[in-house]
């Protein structure tokens, strides 16, 4: 597996990171040296963290792991388009979440997941994220909610799915600002 990084035009770089989600037909700016991927902030969709086990150490891990792409600034210009100029596209929530096989806690998807998953908001939010043995968890900051499933990973997928359906695509990427570091 290879290792990805989130860059900005700023040039600050995320932590490390198991999984981006990221648009590479809007956002084709994508390096790749030595089997380590780096990818613009504006192409980013979703992160996530790939561990064994669920526990309040890889909710708190993976927390911190989504703000440091979050953290980081993305541009957006304005769209050229048949109807015209279009106005640039206000950048998207990064969804962010943690996959797992199974859970340290029992029940799997009770209590003590949900306030392991509120007490990870003070770093970042973790959106959507499955416990393939036994289900998949969501929410906002307001509340989490857990859908118990023999089917978790199918469940998951197709709520991440519709999820990114909701944010459409990236914003147009402004290229000479990533070009400024180019210069002597």
Wanted: charged residues 20%.
């Amino acid at each position: 597996m290879a290792k990805a990084f989130v860059i900005d035009s700023n040039d600050t770089t995320s932590q490390q990171l198991d999984i981006v989600v990221y648009d590479r037909q809007y956002t084709p700016l994508i390096f790749n040296q030595e089997g380590t991927l780096v990818i613009p902030a504006e192409s980013v969709y979703a992160v996530f963290e790939a561990k064994q086990s669920i526990d309040a150490g890889q909710i708190d891990y993976a927390a911190k792991k989504i703000v440091s792409v979050r953290a980081l600034h993305r541009t957006s210009l304005p769209i050229p388009s048949a109807n015209g100029v279009q106005p640039a596209k206000v950048p998207g929530h990064i969804i962010g979440g943690l996959l797992t096989f199974e859970s340290e806690w029992t029940p799997a998807m009770g209590e003590p997941l949900k306030s392991a998953l509120v007490a990870a908001q003070a770093t970042a939010q973790l959106d959507i994220g499955c416990v393939a043995a036994h289900g998949i968890f969501y929410g906002g900051k307001d509340e989490v909610k857990f859908e118990t499933s023999t089917r978790a990973a199918t469940a998951f997928l197709l709520e991440l799915i519709a999820r990114l359906q909701a944010e459409a695509t990236v914003p147009m990427i402004d290229i000479r600002a990533y070009a400024k570091f180019l210069k002597g």
